[in-house]
């Protein structure tokens, strides 16, 4: 399964983004996904995700801001992101996960500026 991911950039404090991760390859049921970010300097963590049947989950800091929507049909995951802050400044990794395995996507920067 190859992920590629696009739709970072510079953002103003307090505008919005929204990036897209599409999955190919050999694909037959993937079950869960949804992206992480690494910040300079900071573990990759979880930003929000998405299973194939509508369950969504979270990070804390990106509740009531950002939004994980899934096209299943296109094997397509977007993350929209409002009400962007400096701290949402980091490189994006779209995951999916397929009887057990975990991929990755090349990574797309997203800059917040003050």
């Known amino acids: 399964v190859q992920l590629q991911a696009s739709g970072g950039g510079l953002v103003q404090a307090g505008g919005s983004l929204r990036l897209s991760c599409a999955a190919s390859?050999?694909?037959?049921?993937?079950?869960?996904m949804g992206w992480y970010r690494q910040a300079p300097g900071k573990q990759r963590e979880l930003v929000a995700v998405?299973?194939?049947?509508?369950?969504?989950n979270y990070a804390d800091s990106v509740k009531g801001r950002f939004t994980v929507s899934r096209d299943n049909a296109k094997n397509t995951v977007y993350l929209q992101m409002n009400s962007l802050k400096p701290e949402d400044t980091a490189v994006y990794y779209c995951?999916?996960?397929?009887?057990?395995?975990?991929?990755w996507g090349q990574g797309t920067l997203v800059t917040v500026s003050s």
């Open positions: 995951n999916a996960i397929q009887f057990g395995a975990i991929y």
């Open positions: 390859g050999s694909i037959f049921s993937i079950n869960v």
């Open positions: 998405r299973t194939r049947d509508g369950n969504t």
